[in-house]
Nanobody
Framework: QVQPVESGGGLVQAGGSLRLSCAAS??????MGWYRQAPGKQRELVAS???????YYADYVKGRFTISKDNGKNTMYLQMNSLKPEDTAVYYC???????????WGQGTQVTVSS
């Protein structure tokens, strides 16, 4: 069983940076991804990384956010630069042990970007 735990959210001014961390206990995850949900909106995939190292980014974060993973610690990071007010949301980590696994969610961490 993988139980992700996020950390690193907070309040930052537009143009600033934050780094989110997601630690997933248990065996090495096949898939780890960052999702976000703003008030009144659906949860959306922001970035993800799979065991072989392939990454995915939503178009609206390309060039600003970088996802990485420390396999030894089974910890994923999201470096967020040039933050915009529209990046304000609760950011969730999801981890899947295998392609067929439904995955486990973290509790979420609030990111607020002020203008």
């Amino acid at each position: 069983q993988v139980q992700p735990v996020e950390s690193g959210g907070g309040l930052v001014q537009a143009g600033g940076s934050l780094r989110l961390s997601c630690a997933a206990s248990g065996i090495i995850s096949y898939f780890m991804g960052w999702y976000r949900q703003a008030p009144g909106k659906q949860r959306e995939l922001v970035a993800s990384i799979i065991r072989g190292g392939s990454t995915y980014y939503a178009d609206y974060v390309k060039g600003r956010f970088t996802i990485s993973k420390d396999n030894g610690k089974n910890t994923m990071y999201l470096q967020m630069n040039s933050l915009k007010p529209e990046d304000t949301a609760v950011y969730y980590c999801k981890a899947q042990l295998s392609p067929g696994d439904v995955g486990s969610w973290g509790q979420g961490t609030q990111v607020t970007v002020s203008s």
